[in-house]
């Protein structure tokens, strides 16, 4: 990594202190609470912290956290006057804390947006930051969720106590947060090709609008609302993982489909090419074999959506997604519209009108895999 590339990524976690680390050791399955508070300050959190951390249960995650804290030593207008970026505008890119709190990751963050002033817009510049905002909580949530299934539960099941839980979480809180900013980094690198290679990009770079004719799909788990009502937590856990590597293994078949997000137990797509899509939906949608699959249904439609801050919008994703509503266990359903481009390459059904929520009444299409007849003799 060169030395710019080092500019980019946040100093490394500090390390816990020593002394203090031996402190903890010392005491690792006591009860006595006070004895907890002093094993924290020592290792580095404000005692006030501490009392509100042991009597609301939560000193595993501020041990964690105090892993991965930087000294605060900057105002917003030290941070304005080393960028050249006003205040207002700071005050609006970073997660402001204001005072004196800011650290050397929020400086080196201010220049990086200053640079990026040199590439794009004030206006395009702040929806970025909210739209990674928004994408980069949720990486965050997945992340903590297996770091609790994989250091916190399995130490709480071999009878550990809080303060031994908190300590593990601080050894692996700095290694995991330099690791996976470097993997983050990567992969960002790894979908920007992607999508610079893509179809979809074509299209919006063609276009004069921010609005691309384009291909939506949707599917979703049904009777999951029903389930998660009768079924243990870890069950739907598990249910959701294998869901999405589903979804995931469906799409990464054909380069031209995309998984825009998934919304709990459903997923939606958008892809260029109409049968690109049609096939992966049908893969998800037709009954396997296993009886114990929990069923998927789809639905599809076509036409000019608006592309803004990475997510689409518009009729074609209202009707796929209200025809996903409708549609049975193991179908997907199509917009009437897509009749004549589908007609040649799969098996089609017509179904009755069918009012849509918001939509009217539709005559949507059921479409099947077209009969092989030559596959079946041979």
Known sequence: MTEADDATVAPAAPDLDVDGAEAADGIDGVDDLEAT????????????????????????????????????????RDLSEASGLPERVLDELLDTVGGDAYTQSDLDAAHLFSQLLEVLPLDALLRIARSRSIALAAVARADMSLVRDNIVLPLREAGADDLAIAIALAEHAGRFDRISRRLLAHEY????????RSELAVLATQSDTPEIDAVVGFVDLVGYTALAARVDPTG???LLDTFEERVIEAASEDEEVTVVKFLGDAAMFVSPDLHALVDVLLRLTTEPDDPDEM???GGIAAGEVLLREGDYYGTPVNVAARLTDIARAWSLLADDQLRERLEPHYEIKRIRPTRVRGL???RPLVVRP???????ED
Do not use: K, M, T
């Not at 790894?190 to 610079?196: A, D, F, T």
């Open 295 to 297: 069923p998927i249904r």
């Open 189 to 196: 690198r790894h979908h920007i090709r992607q999508h610079l």
């Open 37 to 76: 508070v002093e094993a924290l300050v020592e290792l580095g959190v404000d005692e006030a912290e501490a009392r509100a951390a042991v009597a609301d249960g939560r000193v595993p995650l501020v041990l964690a956290s105090q892993a991965l804290d930087e000294p605060g030593r900057y105002s917003l």
């Open 360 to 362: 009217g009444n539709r």
């Open 370 to 376: 077209q009969f092989d007849v030559e596959s079946l």
């Open 236 to 238: 739907l856990d598990e």
